[in-house]
């Protein structure tokens, strides 16, 4: 499971852009990356998940560049209910395992 | 939104004391999934499941735990006879096939006495 490295935490004001970059020098060619955000004594809530390049959705957009060792998360206008942990994953999701790995992840503040 | 379903939200049992957690998941989602979390620390990876049988296990899974879909819509996990350092939350996921994303149920703070 190739290892990921993310900030351990980061603070924003509300309304502005949150950009979290996950590096993984590892990644292997089966690997997708997948991020999910964590409310205390909440479960894990999947936000997005990517193979290369960029994939958007409602609440996110997740760039990869064409080498894949790194992956940023982008959340657009955060507000306040946007304070969480998130979590970068990178693991093959093809197989009848693909357990998830869990690091620490970064701890986003959002403030007024 | 199709949602992962745990209970109980809370248990709280006395040591040695046999307990299940409940999970029901997703509709024709295929793969199944245990993890915890002790408080302050991370999320673990407990079991997976896939086509009626254990496709994985960690060394926290070992022979107090078992886990079993006994029909087509719960999936249990048991723990024979807890210990104090069982104390976590305990999550449960699923997860519709290959490439496709795991989500998660809001957990079982499971307290041991």
């Known amino acids: 499971l190739a290892k990921t490295t993310q900030p351990i935490s980061m603070d924003s004001y509300e309304g502005q852009e949150v950009n979290i970059t996950c590096s993984h020098n590892?990644?292997?060619?089966?690997?997708?990356i997948t991020w999910y955000q964590q409310f205390p004594s909440q479960g894990p809530r999947f936000i997005i998940q990517?193979?290369?390049t960029k994939v958007t959705n409602e609440v996110a957009s997740l760039f990869i560049p064409a080498d894949r060792k790194s992956s940023t998360l982008s959340l657009p206008r955060v507000s306040l209910s946007d304070t969480a942990v998130y979590y970068c994953?990178?693991?093959?999701?093809?197989?009848?395992?693909?357990?998830?790995?869990f690091g620490t992840g970064t701890r986003l503040q959002v403030t007024l | 939104e199709p949602e992962v379903t745990q209970t109980p939200s809370h248990q709280v049992t006395q040591m040695g004391q046999e307990v299940i957690l409940r999970c029901v998941p997703i509709?024709?989602?295929?793969?199944f999934y245990w993890y915890r979390q002790i408080l302050g620390q991370k999320v673990e990876f407990l079991v997976s499941?896939?086509?009626?049988?254990?496709?994985?296990k960690s060394e926290i899974f070992d022979d107090q735990f078992s886990v079993e879909r006994p029909d087509g819509s719960n999936f249990t996990l048991k723990i024979r006879s807890t210990k104090l350092e069982d104390s976590a939350m305990y999550f449960c996921?699923?997860?519709?096939?290959?490439?496709?994303?795991?989500?998660f149920g809001d957990g079982t703070r499971l307290s041991i006495l």
């Open positions: 996921a699923s997860r519709a096939r290959a490439n496709q994303p795991q989500h």
């Open positions: 990517g193979y290369k």
């Open positions: 499941f896939y086509n009626n049988e254990i496709s994985e």
């Open positions: 509709s024709n989602h295929l793969y």
């Open positions: 590892n990644i292997a060619t089966n690997d997708y």
């Open positions: 994953l990178v693991g093959d999701s093809t197989g009848t395992a693909s357990k998830l790995t």
